[in-house]
């Protein structure tokens, strides 16, 4: 299956383990694989059990496609990426994602753009898992991706917070509305060294209207919204129709 928007998927395809009569109950896991452009391949593995933080959700693949194709499109996302881009000429460009869960989205970024230096940060329930799909990916020329632990709730590791930036990504993390508050903090700590200015990109899917707290809680910490569009997911029942939002935030600072 090829990784495009034209058209997003209604099945991702998904590989299980053998089952036979001397063992009826397959690993509790599965593998998703798509093709890239110039020939690459992506192949990821989620839990096929009831675990959230190690499955591939919708917001995750949108917001993955849409990286994907970033450089050759033109879209809200496009250009805060070719900003990002376009300021780190002399020397890499360095994106987190919070809350990567399978790790899907920051290696298809690592994959798909020269010269970056991507962190998959997640709680320690994701590690084994991302870092089974990280020894697996094929990153662009002069790109590298690793994981890092970063629960919201405590303080910016110093490895992390002293580190500029360019692009923070986060998708599918805004469903639980009482965790809003840590992850704006979190988000509020990436964004804030003045010496560049961070790009933040949102991928929700929405599923309840208590999850618009996020966006006051960003307004509250200054954080500018400068773009967003949607993404209609294929669906057999229009009338259960449904849309990944894409946003992309700012925290103002002299550039």
């Known amino acids: 299956m090829n990784l495009t928007t034209d058209p997003l998927p209604l099945v991702l395809p998904a590989w299980s383990?053998?089952?036979?009569?001397?063992?009826?109950?397959?690993?509790?896991?599965?593998?998703?694989?798509w093709n890239?452009?110039?020939?690459?391949?992506?192949?990821?593995?989620?839990?096929?059990?009831?675990?959230?933080?190690?499955?591939?959700?919708?917001?995750?693949?949108?917001?993955?496609?849409?990286?994907?194709?970033?450089?050759?499109?033109?879209?809200?996302?496009?250009?805060?990426?070719?900003?990002?881009?376009i300021t780190s000429t002399n020397r890499s460009l360095n994106v987190i994602e919070l809350g990567c869960g399978s790790g899907l989205v920051g290696i298809t970024f690592a994959q798909a753009v020269p010269r970056c230096?991507?962190?998959?940060?997640d709680r320690t329930e994701a590690q084994e898992l991302v870092e089974w799909n990280l020894s697996r990916m094929m990153?662009?020329?002069?790109?590298?991706?690793?994981?890092?632990?970063?629960?919201?709730?405590?303080?910016?590791?110093?490895?992390?917070?002293?580190?500029?930036?360019?692009?923070?990504?986060v998708s599918d993390c805004t469903y639980n509305p009482s965790?809003?508050?840590?992850?704006?903090k979190t988000l509020d700590a990436l964004a804030s060294p003045p010496s560049r200015c961070t790009g933040i990109v949102i991928a929700m899917k929405v599923r309840h209207p208590s999850e618009a707290v996020f966006f006051g809680l960003m307004a509250e910490a200054g954080m500018e919204q400068t773009g967003c569009f949607s993404v209609p997911l294929p669906s057999i029942m229009p009338d259960m129709s449904s849309t990944v939002d894409i946003h992309i935030f700012r925290k103002p600072f002299p550039c």
């Open 117 to 121: 230096q991507v962190i998959l940060t």
């Open 36 to 85: 890239l452009p110039g020939g690459q391949h992506l192949r990821i593995q989620e839990e096929s059990g009831e675990s959230i933080a190690r499955h591939i959700w919708d917001a995750g693949l949108v917001l993955a496609v849409y990286l994907n194709e970033c450089i050759d499109t033109t879209n809200d996302l496009s250009t805060v990426i070719n900003q990002a881009i």
């Open 17 to 33: 383990g053998v089952f036979s009569s001397k063992s009826p109950t397959a690993d509790r896991v599965v593998f998703r694989r």
């Open 139 to 169: 990153p662009a020329d002069q790109s590298s991706a690793r994981f890092h632990v970063l629960n919201w709730e405590d303080e910016v590791p110093s490895g992390l917070n002293e580190k500029d930036f360019d692009l923070v990504l």
């Open 179 to 184: 965790s809003a508050p840590a992850l704006v």
